[in-house]
């Protein structure tokens, strides 16, 4: 120590790549093929590729509408499509899927013999893309799951509680571009090092505070909403004892989740009267997130259950969702239980 109190010792040197470290973490399960790491090196280049892009959107025309509507009569972006498109064209160069869901597309792709693999991915290629043209965060939301042992790859392999998926994770184009990954032991954020070209582990082991300070809601939805919800978010804006909470809200869920990870806190997406199961989708927002978050100490619910315990029916099915802080999560589901 010096005389400033500052270790003024050489800088750390330890680099750990995103692929270095899936590798050492795979090299303690003795029956890991390795099929696992090459699709998560599909999956991060992908991501590589979409931040390049969303980075020179304004530079190469992209921003703007398609002119088309996805499934949900969404309109679609440029990026939208684009990123899709890379995203579809590099899980099947892989060689490692079976099936694969996009919020853009409205029925699922089952990948041919020729390069078919045991993995099937749920993605939400750019979300937050109402966001694109103002410049503020999206980002790429993904989950894996294995195909049944019987299966070839058919639709029923991803119709499965989020409970059961192998990966989950996102990644931000942001300031940075963040890569947040669970394989189910914890989780992990890698930032984007231009310069190398390589996802550099930043924030190992991620835990979410027990309790936060921040609720993350779209309160011009109010109107709508059941009293319960209203009756919560009056309680930590206008709380007995303490402080009230800060309100925080992009409208873009990775991002929105990314925060509320780091800082703790509440996010939520109600169902209300008008949107009578929520605005997010289950398979490719829900459940990934709810995992993240779940990796991380936290709980991600629709009020009265566990989001990863849903059975989905269909690919593109709505659900509320709140996720967070495991206290403040609790908090609201004490007034779900009260109405
Ligand atoms: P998208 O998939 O069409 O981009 O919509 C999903 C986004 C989420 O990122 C965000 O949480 C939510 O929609 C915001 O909705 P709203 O603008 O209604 O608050
Ligand atoms: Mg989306």
Redesign the pocket.
Known sequence: MSHTGFDEGAPKTEIITLTSHVLSQQQRHPIATGDLTLLLTAIQTTCKFISTNVRRAGLLNLIGAAGSANVQG?DQKKLDILSNDIMVNSLRASGKTAVLVS?EIDDPIIIDAAHRGRYCVVF?PL????NIDAGVNIGTIFGVYKCADDSDGKVEDVLRPGSELQVAGYCMYGSSANLVISTGQGVNGYTLDNGIGEFILTHPNIRIPDRGKIYSF?EGNSLWWPDHVNKYLESVKFPENGKPYSARYI????A?VHRTLLYGGIFG?PADKKSKSG??RLLYEAFPMAFLVEQAGGLATTGTKRILDIQPTSIHERTPIYLGSKEDVEDLMKFFKDQ
Not at 127 to 130: A, F, T, V
Not at 251 to 254: A, C, E, H, W, Y
């Open positions: 969404e919020e939400d979300d937050g893309s109402s779209n409208g873009s869920m990775v929105d997406y605005k997010l």
